[in-house]
T-cell receptor, first 115, second 116 residues
Framework: AQKITQTQPGMFVQEKEAVTLDCTYD???????LFWYKQPSSGEMIFLIY??????QNATEGRYSLNFQKARKSANLVISASQLGDSAMYFC????????????FGSGTKLNVKP | DTGVSQNPRHKITKRGQNVTFRCDPI?????LYWYRQTLGQGPEFLTY????????KSRLLSDRFSAERPKGSFSTLEIQRTEQGDSAMYLC??????????????FGEGSRLTVL
C-alpha cells in the first residue's frame, strides 16, 4: 500500500487566489510527522511546513497552512494568495519509526500559477 | 556553505560500468538518507543511516546498490553493473537527532546519473 498518496498530478490556480493540494497518508505508528516540500524547476527540495501527529492545532508558516484531519489521515497544504513563484512541484512526506528511519514521499503535484 | 553537498553533480556512464556518488551531510546531523528520483516523480526511498549504522534499506533496492557511511560522516552510494533503468537523480538528505526535533530533512542538489 502507498504510504503517501497525492491524487492531483497537476493543478492550476490564478495568481492571488488560494489553492489546496491534497495528501493522504497511511500509517499504524501513533507517532509520525507530516511535511510538505517544494521543488522548483531548478531541482532543490525546499521544506515548507511540518505537522506532528500529536499537534492539536494545524500548522501555519506564512502563506502556507496544513489542514490536518487525523481521523481521515489527510494533510492537505493550503497556499493562500498564490504568487507566480509558487509554480513548482509539491511533495507531501511522512516520517515514522522510532529512529525516524522511514521517511516517505508522495508522487507530487505540479502547481502552475497563472498571471 | 554548510549545507548538504553531493558529488559528482552529473555522471554519464556506459551500461555495465560501476559508479559511486558521495554525500557530505550537514556536520552535526546524524541521520542520512538516500533517495532516487525520476522525472516527474517523487523521491523514492533507498536507504537510511543513523550515524554509521544502516538501519533501513528499501526492499526495492537491487543488490547492485550498496551504501556506506563508515565514520558516521560522509556517505557513498555505489551502483555496480549499471543499467539504463538506473538513470535518475540520486538525492541525499540529512537530519538532526531523531526524537528531539521535527525530523525535517535537508537535501543536497543531487547527483544526476545517465546510463547510455
Amino acid at each position: 500500500a502507498q504510504k503517501i498518496t497525492q491524487t492531483q498530478p497537476g493543478m492550476f490556480v490564478q495568481e492571488k487566489e488560494a489553492v489546496t493540494l491534497d495528501c493522504t497518508y497511511d500509517t499504524s505508528d501513533p507517532s509520525y510527522g507530516l511535511f510538505w516540500y517544494k521543488q522548483p524547476s531548478s531541482g532543490e527540495m525546499i521544506f515548507l511546513i511540518y505537522q506532528g501527529s500529536y499537534d492539536q492545532q494545524n500548522a501555519t508558516e506564512g502563506r502556507y497552512s496544513l489542514n490536518f484531519q487525523k481521523a481521515r489521515k489527510s494533510a492537505n497544504l493550503v497556499i493562500s494568495a498564490s504568487q507566480l513563484g509558487d509554480s513548482a512541484m509539491y511533495f507531501c512526506a511522512m516520517r515514522e519509526g522510532y529512529n525516524f528511519n522511514k521517511f516517505y514521499f508522495g508522487s507530487g503535484t505540479k502547481l502552475n500559477v497563472k498571471p | 556553505d554548510t549545507g548538504v553537498s553531493q558529488n559528482p553533480r552529473h555522471k554519464i556512464t556506459k551500461r555495465g560500468q560501476n559508479v559511486t556518488f558521495r554525500c557530505d551531510p550537514i556536520s552535526e546531523h546524524n541521520r542520512l538518507y538516500w533517495y532516487r528520483q525520476t522525472l516527474g516523480q517523487g523521491p523514492e526511498f533507498l536507504t537510511y543511516f543513523q550515524n554509521e549504522a544502516q538501519l533501513e534499506k528499501s526492499r526495492l533496492l537491487s543488490d547492485r546498490f550498496s551504501a556506506e557511511r563508515p565514520k558516521g560522516s560522509f556517505s557513498t552510494l555505489e551502483i555496480q553493473r549499471t543499467e539504463q533503468g538506473d538513470s535518475a537523480m540520486y538525492l541525499c538528505a540529512s537530519g538532526g537527532l531523531a526524537g528531539i526535533n521535527t525530523g525535517e530533512l535537508f537535501f543536497g542538489e543531487g547527483s544526476r546519473l545517465t546510463v547510455l
